[in-house]
């Protein structure tokens, strides 16, 4: 039996906006173990160039991701949805090893079971190089400031 999440479909503008902001919080918390609750049990991924499949393969997906990218932040934002479908755009900010900044942008289509789990994502992503004083994400690490402006505010 699957544990209900709240939010549930078919979603609404307002549902959908609050599906998004709660996937944004759980992504900057960096925490793979708190992630994965929000993913069936057999999830399916593509994520650029993987395709994780279940929520182990998930979380090994997640700890490799944030032990190469640091400082990590992300902000989402709604793009679309329909019944149990959400379509996000987003971008998030980190740098590597060496200390390179990168601003990576991309798309994800989501699809919910009738618990609120997502069972299917799929991520297109694009990394653009910055410098450090190109960034916009400069909140404390952890979920962004209700105060903080979004991706259209942005001008991203």
Same mark, same amino acid.
């Given at each position: 039996?699957?544990?209900? *999440?709240? %939010? %549930?479909?078919?979603?609404?503008?307002?549902?959908?906006? *609050? *599906?998004?902001?709660?996937?944004?919080?759980?992504?900057?918390?960096?925490?793979?173990?708190?992630?994965?609750?929000?993913?069936?049990?057999?999830?399916?991924?593509?994520?650029?160039?993987?395709?994780?499949?279940?929520?182990?393969?998930?979380?090994?997906?997640?700890?490799?991701?944030?032990?190469?990218?640091?400082?990590?932040?992300?902000?989402?934002?709604?793009?679309?949805?329909?019944?149990?479908?959400?379509?996000?755009?987003?971008?998030?900010?980190?740098?590597?090893?060496?200390?390179?900044?990168?601003?990576?942008? &991309?798309?994800?289509?989501?699809?919910?079971?009738?618990? &609120?789990?997502?069972?299917?994502?799929?991520?297109?992503?694009?990394? %653009?190089?910055?410098?450090?004083?190109?960034?916009?994400?400069?909140?404390? %690490? &952890?979920?962004?400031?209700?105060?903080?402006p979004g991706l259209s505010e942005l001008a991203l």
């Amino acid at each position: 039996m699957s544990t209900q *999440k709240p %939010l %549930l479909p078919p979603f609404n503008r307002e549902s959908a906006i *609050k *599906k998004v902001r709660k996937a944004e919080d759980a992504w900057n918390s960096r925490d793979p173990d708190r992630v994965v609750q929000v993913y069936t049990e057999d999830t399916i991924w593509r994520n650029r160039s993987e395709f994780p499949k279940g929520r182990d393969e998930v979380r090994s997906f997640l700890q490799k991701k944030w032990q190469q990218e640091f400082d990590y932040r992300l902000i989402k934002e709604l793009w679309a949805f329909n019944d149990n479908r959400i379509a996000v755009r987003f971008a998030y900010e980190w740098h590597d090893i060496d200390e390179q900044w990168y601003r990576s942008y &991309g798309n994800e289509n989501w699809e919910f079971d009738q618990n &609120g789990l997502m069972q299917r994502r799929f991520a297109s992503i694009n990394d %653009l190089e910055i410098d450090a004083t190109e960034r916009f994400f400069h909140w404390p %690490l &952890g979920p962004r400031p209700l105060e903080h402006p979004g991706l259209s505010e942005l001008a991203l």
